[in-house]
């Protein structure tokens, strides 16, 4: 396997290879135009046609989750079970697959009992919009990109930290944390072709207005956070002492945030470095002080003053910090 962006430089010389690229070109976009006429359809039949996924692009999937003996994976849309069945056999997760065709679900419970993990999967033929996917703490898919998309909301609604994998189709604007290409030899059934792999972790929620207060130099001092967010992207400006100042470095990833700011405290420049873990309205964690009076760390504990609006956040007013601005 070679894991590159790769451009298809061979000269093809014989019939075979001229077919093996007349099929490469022309499976993607009859799955996709396929895909236009089954949005209707998904009650009765798959709204995503049977492709397997190269076992090599299998492994790299859930490499990339870093799934373990501790996960749950759940596979939408499990044709013959390879993914779930090799999470068990090789990195010791549980988890199940569902699929609509009852063949695939056969196939896939005799190469579970083949590679001797009944005991550790299980699948069901049943639509993956109706499967309640709240155990999962990692989540694969090869759907479509209309799929992918309708099915994003709920996936945002999964616990923070459930790592998502997806084969060949993003999520639209919800860039992926990480995303590599994969030369696959036994793609579309030994075709060969180049597979994306996408993968996300779901962002906690953390739109909004947040306080706290901390001890410096034995001074109680007030701290606003306002955060927006738009997926995992995280920005904002923080409120001290009547002064406003933007983030630094604001990351989240699942539910762990951190981010900077230097603002002057008690009359001295101080660095602030917060990293915590978001737990519904509440973030704990730890606060490096850096200043030229002081070097501290300290626990920190910050409350939701505010409600949030969802995801995609409209910019919070700053007039209340611009105004206190000095
Ligand atoms: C591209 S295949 C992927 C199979 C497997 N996940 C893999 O990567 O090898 C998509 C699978 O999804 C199944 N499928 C399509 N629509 C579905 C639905 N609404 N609910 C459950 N399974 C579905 C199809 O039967 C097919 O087996």
């Not at 849309?77 to 699929?99: E, L, N």
């Not at 994306?196 to 906690?204: E, I, L």
């Not at 604001?250 to 900077?260: E, K, P, Q, T, Y």
């Not at 939701?304 to 910090?321: D, E, H, M, W, Y």
Request: aromatic letters at 8%; charged letters at 25%; glycine letters at 8%.
């Amino acid at each position: 396997m070679q894991e590159t962006v790769v451009q298809e430089t061979i000269v093809q010389k014989t019939a075979n290879c001229r077919l093996r690229r007349v099929l490469v070109a022309l499976l993607p976009a009859a799955w996709l135009v396929s895909s236009l006429f089954a949005a209707d359809a998904r009650a009765a039949e798959p709204s995503v046609p049977y492709v397997p996924t190269p076992q090599d692009v299998v492994e790299r999937m859930l490499e990339m989750a870093k799934v373990g003996p501790g996960d749950y994976l759940i596979d939408l849309g499990s044709g013959d079970g390879r993914i779930v069945v090799t999470a068990a056999r090789k990195h010791g997760a549980r988890g199940f697959g569902v699929d609509l065709n009852p063949v695939r679900i056969a196939e896939a419970n005799e190469n579970a009992r083949k590679a001797g993990v009944v005991d550790k999967v299980a699948f069901y033929q049943r639509d993956l919009f109706a499967t309640d996917l709240s155990q999962a703490t990692v989540i694969t898919m090869y759907l479509l990109p209309r799929v992918n998309l309708e099915l994003r909301p709920r996936l945002l609604e999964l616990k923070p930290g459930t790592r998502l994998v997806s084969h060949d189709f993003s999520m639209d604007d919800w860039s992926p944390d990480a995303h590599v290409q994969v030369e696959a030899r036994d793609k579309y059934g030994g075709a060969g072709g180049r597979s994306d792999v996408y993968f996300w972790v779901v962002p906690a929620k953390t739109a909004g207005v947040w306080q706290w207060q901390l001890q410096v130099s034995g001074k109680p001092q007030a701290y606003e956070l306002a955060l927006e967010q738009k997926f995992q992207s995280i920005s904002g400006s923080a409120r001290v002492g009547g002064r406003s100042v933007r983030l630094q470095n604001a990351r989240l990833s699942g539910d762990r945030i951190s981010f900077s700011f230097a603002v002057e405290v008690n009359g001295a420049a101080l660095k602030h470095d917060f990293s915590g873990k978001v737990d519904g309205d509440v973030i704990s964690g730890e606060v490096s002080l850096s200043g030229s009076r002081m070097q501290s760390r300290l626990d920190w504990s910050a409350k939701r003053a505010a409600a949030k609006t969802g995801f995609v956040t409209p910019s919070i007013p700053t007039l209340s910090l611009a105004q206190s601005t000095r």
